[in-house]
């Protein structure tokens, strides 16, 4: 452990790279952190992901592992001592493994296409978005993490997501709060951990990005 | 012991076969429960009432959905014949092309079957079989020296429904021309002792595949 070489690749306003600072932080595991610019891709980043040549990559005494719910899981594994993402038990894992997929499938999809879309596709969109928190809502439950008493791989998928309400409020023109209180509960409970507010950029940050972006990819 | 499990299934899906393979390969016994996807019956919205789909496997009443989740879950409660390996970089890399499978190849081949700009859906398809078949250099399986996680998961590659779709549609993506350790691999894959035993019946299939994209009358 003495060792370990731990660089992380990533992009500040990226949700999938703040999963991934989320669980180092858990994990107490020291790393180097190298934002990177997406739009001038560094020979590192091409050469540690060439399929997909996207972030986070995270490369662990020279090796990389991509894609950030596998990651989460590496992670998961190899600094097993303490702050687990995952129960022991196999059918909670199961469990997990669903919902985590189901944030990726739908959730951030969905979150997308709120401030890059618009008329038909939007509403719809909206909607559905509202339908899947309910959803997550009901997988919670009491429970004040979907991991229970700690962060699980769920907590850690879905609240990077956070730091992206405004944009989604402000340019789908959406209502989180009063829809969705026992989620919101949850988003807030997370942020008092330090693990996720130092991960986590400032909303008005995330939200000038995404004005950018609508900017440069036509949307405005 | 009491063990029960059951599993969802429809007769020509990959998604369901792969269960089934693993299933088999570890020697469990299931009771198998064919599914109308289009008269879904009320045990299966029970059972995934999220997505609605098969495969659904339900072990001790306990209900699992998501064919890569049902894999893990099944490598980890059964432990003869183990699918992942056990080194955590190994197991990365592993769901890795497993994901790349699910999320690229497929919904790539599935574009080839289609009419549309099918030239470029071909073209598209083959490289990233390609950077599949990269991934296999010289071994015998994904998983090694004998089939794993991967494999499992590349079923609708290895098996014979690409074979047969895309010699029904007249298309040429994995050809020995193309893809010649892929299309070796593949060969392996139908002849091995229980996979062979575990592919749906090939003259339904291709029936099928008629059916569904064959040239209209």
Not at chain 1, 38 to 51: A, G, I, M, R
Not at chain 1, 95 to 103: L, Y
Not at chain 2, 146 to 160: P, R
């Amino acid at each position: 452990m003495a060792s370990d070489e731990v660089v992380l690749l990533d992009f500040w306003p990226s949700p999938f790279g703040m999963r991934v600072r989320i669980a180092l932080a858990e994990k107490g595991v020291k790393y180097e952190y190298k934002n990177q610019d997406l739009w001038n891709k560094s020979p590192l980043l091409l050469q540690t992901n060439p399929v997909h040549k996207k972030i986070p990559v995270l490369i662990h005494n020279g090796k990389p592992v991509c894609e950030s719910l596998i990651v989460l899981q590496y992670i998961d594994e190899v600094w097993n001592h303490k702050a687990p993402l995952l129960p022991s038990d196999p059918y909670l894992r199961s469990q997990a493994k669903f919902w985590a997929d189901f944030v990726d499938k739908k959730i951030y999809v969905l979150g997308w296409k709120t401030w890059s879309t618009k008329g038909e596709e939007l509403e719809a969109a909206k909607k559905e978005f509202i339908d899947c928190i309910k959803l997550l809502e009901v997988e919670l439950g009491d429970k004040p993490f979907f991991g229970g008493e700690t962060l699980g791989i769920v907590d850690v998928s879905l609240i990077p997501l956070y730091s992206w309400f405004s944009v989604y409020e402000k340019f789908g023109n959406l209502s989180i709060e009063p829809e969705c209180p026992v989620f919101v509960a949850w988003a807030k409970r997370c942020l008092e951990k330090e693990s996720v507010t130092k991960s986590l950029p400032d909303q008005d940050k995330v939200c000038d990005y995404a004005l950018w972006r609508r900017k440069v990819l036509g949307y405005e | 012991m009491g063990e029960e499990v059951k599993l969802f299934a429809v007769w020509g899906s990959p998604f369901s076969r792969r269960v089934e393979m693993a299933l088999k390969l570890k020697g469990v016994e299931y009771e198998y429960i064919e599914v109308d996807l289009q008269n879904k019956s009320d045990l299966l919205l029970k059972y995934n009432p999220v997505h609605k789909k098969i495969p659904v496997l339900v072990h001790n009443g306990k209900p699992i959905a998501e064919s890569v989740v049902i894999l893990e879950y099944i490598d980890e409660t059964w432990k003869g014949f183990p699918l992942l390996p056990k080194d955590p970089y190994q197991r990365a890399m592993a769901r890795f092309w497993a994901k790349f499978i699910e999320e690229k190849c497929m919904p790539a081949l599935f574009k080839c079957a289609g009419t549309e700009d099918r030239e470029k859906a071909v073209e598209e398809a083959c490289e990233l079989l390609k950077l599949l078949e990269n991934e296999l250099e010289d071994k015998k399986f994904f998983g090694g020296e004998n089939i794993g996680f991967v494999d499992i998961v590349a079923d609708f590659i290895g098996g014979y429904w690409l074979r047969d779709i895309q010699e029904i549609v007249g298309v040429k993506i994995l050809t020995r021309e193309n893809l010649p350790k892929l299309c070796e691999w593949s060969d392996e894959f139908v002849n091995h002792v229980v996979i062979k035993e575990n592919l749906p019946p090939r003259d339904k299939l291709i029936a099928y595949f008629r059916t569904r994209f064959g040239p209209k009358p």
